[in-house]
C-alpha cells in the first residue's frame, strides 16, 4: 500500500513560518485532489489547502494571503508553505490524496504545528 510521509512540523512563535512536506513511498495513478488539512485537539478536521487539475488552488478563508500548496511531480511529493503563523495555526496537519480509483482516499500520519503566543 502507498504511504504518505509527511515532515516539517515543529514549533513556532507567532509571525514564524513553516514549511510541511508530503512525499508518497511510490507514484499514485489517477490523482484527482492533493491536499492539506488540519484539526485541533476538541475540534472537526477542517480542509486547509487543495491543488487540482492544471494547478488550480482553493484555500480556507482563514489561511488565504498566508499559506501556499504546492507540487513537486517529480518528488512525489506535495508542500504546504505557511506564513505569518498565528496561535489559532495550531493542530495536527494531515496530506490527503483523493484518486479516480481505490482506495479513492491516501491518508498522512499527521505532523505537529504549534504556534506560540
Known amino acids: 500500500q502507498v504511504q504518505l510521509v509527511e515532515s516539517g512540523g515543529g514549533l513556532v512563535q507567532t509571525g514564524g513560518s513553516l514549511r510541511l512536506s508530503c512525499a508518497a513511498s511510490?507514484?499514485?495513478?489517477?490523482?484527482?485532489?492533493m491536499g492539506w488539512y488540519r484539526q485541533a485537539p476538541g475540534k472537526q478536521r477542517e480542509l486547509v489547502a487543495i491543488?487540482?487539475?492544471?494547478?488550480?488552488?482553493n484555500y480556507a478563508d482563514s489561511v488565504k494571503g498566508r499559506f501556499t500548496i504546492s507540487r513537486d511531480n517529480a518528488k512525489n511529493t506535495v508542500y504546504l508553505q505557511m506564513n505569518s503563523l498565528k496561535p489559532e495555526d495550531t493542530a495536527v496537519y494531515y496530506c490527503?490524496?483523493?484518486?479516480?480509483?481505490?482506495?479513492?482516499?491516501?491518508w498522512g500520519q499527521g505532523t505537529q504545528v504549534t504556534v506560540s503566543p
Open positions: 490527503n490524496v483523493k484518486t479516480s480509483h481505490y482506495p479513492y482516499d491516501y
Open positions: 511510490e507514484v499514485i495513478g489517477s490523482i484527482n485532489v
Open positions: 491543488i487540482i487539475r492544471g494547478d488550480s488552488t
